[in-house]
């Protein structure tokens, strides 16, 4: 079966505490993505990666990493330095533009919550 | 930049009432496409279309249509004869053809369908 899988569905962060959230995609996507969604809001984009080796700031990317080392997977460490972290985050993968078929796929989410 | 907004927040309808989400785009891009999901309160996004820029062919899938209106930048949904399933967080996206550009979404239309 083709898809998105993200992993845990469920992360508790204590304080000061880096954790990575795993993303894998066996679609052949060339393009990669992380999204945050905080409750009752919308997508803001983290980080997002259009070619193994590469990536590039998304509108929020204080306080995360990523690194795109296989075309499979794109891990996101959310850091210390990310002071309010809470929240649910969405992986994605698409091929990249000039596609005919270029909608991006998700995963099911990772709800992290600080403790 | 693109820009997606979604103007309805919420909205409440009873079940079989016809209801339309709203969706207007701003892009620089002259070949771009324009996408819906559904975020069913399990979290995951669903694609539910993709429609190209050049081609402004109204499309109906079931209880589901889609209005592209070029000439004032929308891409409004509708559906007909809603149902409890259809419950759910609507979003719209867009994304341009040319490299570095990523799916920007609006921010999400709360639909409630109420028995």
């Known amino acids: 079966d083709g898809g998105i899988t993200q992993s845990p569905k469920y992360l508790f962060r204590k304080e000061g505490q880096n954790v990575t959230l795993s993303c894998e995609q066996n679609?052949?996507?060339?393009?990669m993505y992380w999204y945050r969604q905080d409750p009752g809001q919308g997508l803001r984009l983290i980080y997002y990666?259009?070619?193994?080796?590469?990536?590039q700031k998304g509108d929020i990317a204080e306080g995360y990493s990523v690194s795109r080392e296989k075309k499979e997977s794109f891990p996101l460490t959310v850091t210390s330095a990310q002071k309010n972290p809470t929240a649910f985050y969405l992986c994605?993968?698409?091929?990249?533009?000039?596609?005919?078929?270029?909608?991006?796929?998700f995963g099911q989410g990772t709800r992290l919550t600080v403790v | 930049a693109q820009k997606v907004t979604q103007a309805q927040t919420e909205i409440s309808v009873v079940e079989k009432e016809d209801v339309t989400l709203d969706c207007v785009y701003e892009t620089r891009d002259t070949t771009y496409y324009l996408f819906w999901y559904k975020q069913p309160p399990s979290g995951e996004l669903v694609f539910l279309i993709r429609?190209?820029?050049?081609?402004?062919q109204n499309e109906i899938s079931g209880r589901y249509s889609w209005n592209f209106q070029k000439s004032t930048s929308s891409f409004n949904f509708t559906i007909t004869a809603s149902q409890v399933v259809d419950s759910a967080v609507y979003f719209c996206?867009?994304?341009?053809?040319?490299?570095?550009?990523?799916?920007?979404f609006g921010g999400g239309t709360r639909l409630m369908v109420k028995p």
């Open positions: 990666s259009q070619i193994v080796n590469d990536f």
């Open positions: 996206a867009t994304r341009g053809v040319n490299a570095g550009n990523m799916l920007t």
């Open positions: 429609r190209n820029s050049f081609d402004e």
């Open positions: 994605a993968s698409s091929p990249n533009p000039g596609t005919v078929n270029t909608e991006a796929f």
């Open positions: 679609l052949n996507h060339d393009a």
